[in-house]
């Protein structure tokens, strides 16, 4: 594990098959700490036969490579290998897109200082080899283990989670923690609708048979169909407050954000690219309501904007 802005994220070692479930963030202190924490199982990053990835934010995905070049194989959802060809080619021109979407969103007062950072949007990541793929439903069985991959996008598209019924565990990754809201968000253009995938994922967990919930963050937990029903009740609540940010009139994706409660810090003490993380997840729950009729989407100019239905 190590520490990140979440605190910490897990890998999780299943010692009878030699396979990693994600592996942290790709730093050296977290390399050393698989490597001691390895040990205490006589084991070596080299031994490990396979890495199983939940979704492919960095933070799960980090040493990867790594452990693939020590010869693991790395497994993942189908999606996920569908989606890095999309996330290479939106690499390409992921300046000019962040510029189109400051505007979207009616950020244009953003738009000298996202000019600072143009050659950084310009590397573009390794896509990562998979070299196995799981599909939806799939019983993916290993020594000691037998899992129901389960597909939970939202959180991300690709995420997936791992449900072993005999132990009555699941290995959710971020789409169910047990105290923080996964991070839902939408950018200008990925035409999806992530708050719609997530809520019906969480409906894809809510009934299993768990005893107890490893997630990629936080702590385990016990407690899975209450905590869904916690993290509907917030998303609800979340809609509703900025549905009441529109009764006096439209308003942008940006103002509309700037005016909604943020658990992190307020919207004031926000730097730019927390409002831009606050901007995407204000957008997936406004395209949530526009796509189920609540609020109403116009384009002007080259900035949309939003008022109630």
Same mark, same amino acid.
């Given at each position: ?124 990541? =390794? ?5 196995? #793929? !799981?599909? $939806? /439903? *799939? ?6 283990? @037998? ?90 609540? =979340? ?5 009441? #940010? !529109?009764? $006096? /009139? *439209? ?6 954000? @700037? ?51």
């Amino acid at each position: 594990m190590e520490r990140n802005p979440l605190g910490k994220t897990f890998s999780y070692l299943l010692t009878e098959s030699r396979t990693l479930i994600d592996t942290g963030v790709p730093t050296d202190n977290a390399y050393k700490g698989l490597q001691r924490q390895l040990e205490e199982h006589g084991l070596k990053p080299q031994d490990i036969e396979r890495v199983i990835i939940t979704h492919l934010h960095n933070d799960h995905i980090g040493l990867a490579q790594t452990l693939q070049e020590h010869g693991a194989e790395l497994v993942a959802s189908r999606v996920a290998a569908e989606k890095q060809a999309q996330v290479q080619e939106e690499y390409r021109n992921l300046y000019e897109l962040n510029v189109e979407e400051t505007r979207l969103f009616g950020g244009a007062e953003y738009l000298n200082f996202l000019a600072r950072f143009v050659y950084a949007f310009r590397d573009v990541p =390794r896509p990562l080899r998979i070299d196995r #793929t !799981l599909e $939806d /439903g *799939e019983i993916f069985s290993l020594d000691g283990f @037998s899992f129901k991959v389960i597909w939970t996008p939202g959180h991300s598209h690709e995420h997936i989670v791992l449900y072993d019924e005999a132990d009555r565990l699941l290995f959710s990754g971020d789409h169910v923690l047990p105290k923080i809201t996964s991070h839902v968000a939408l950018h200008s253009y990925d035409h999806r609708d992530p708050l719609g995938e997530y809520l019906d994922s969480l409906e894809k967990v809510k009934d299993l048979d768990v005893e107890t919930v490893l997630p990629g963050h936080e702590w385990a937990f016990h407690n899975l169909q209450e905590r869904i029903e916690q993290l509907r009740a917030h998303h609800s609540r =979340r809609l509703q407050e900025m549905k009441d #940010t !529109l009764k $006096d /009139g *439209e308003r942008t994706v940006y103002q509309v954000g @700037s005016r909604v409660h943020w658990d992190s810090r307020p919207w004031p003490e926000m730097s730019f690219w927390t409002k831009r993380m606050a901007a995407t997840e204000t957008y997936a729950h406004l395209v949530y309501m526009r796509n189920r009729g609540e609020v109403k989407e116009e384009k002007k100019g080259d900035t949309l904007y939003y008022r109630l239905a």
